[in-house]
């Protein structure tokens, strides 16, 4: 959803841009466009920041975001492994 069309759809409803977005936060959180990317380019996994690679197996931006995704991925493994012993 472009902010052209955020503006028209607040005028309709008598609010400005702002008021209009804070009050429709929730839905349009999950409207914003995929970024396009040029040929190179990859969308880091974890922050999903646009970046050029430097090998073919470069999958993140940054070191952080490579060790913040790998440290969620160990979680939600445990986690599941935990539920499933509790039964």
Not at 45 to 71: D, E, K
Request: proline residues 5%.
């Amino acid at each position: 959803m472009e902010i052209e069309d955020v503006c028209r759809l607040a005028r309709a409803e008598g609010l400005s841009y702002g008021q209009y977005v804070f009050a429709h936060a929730a839905e349009l959180a999950g409207k914003r466009p995929k970024p396009r990317l040029r040929p190179g380019e990859r969308s880091c996994r974890y922050c999903g920041r646009i970046f050029l690679p430097v090998g073919t197996r470069h999958r993140f931006c940054r070191n952080a975001c490579r060790a913040a995704w790998n440290q969620e991925k160990r979680r939600k493994m445990m986690k599941r492994e935990a539920e499933r012993d509790e039964r």
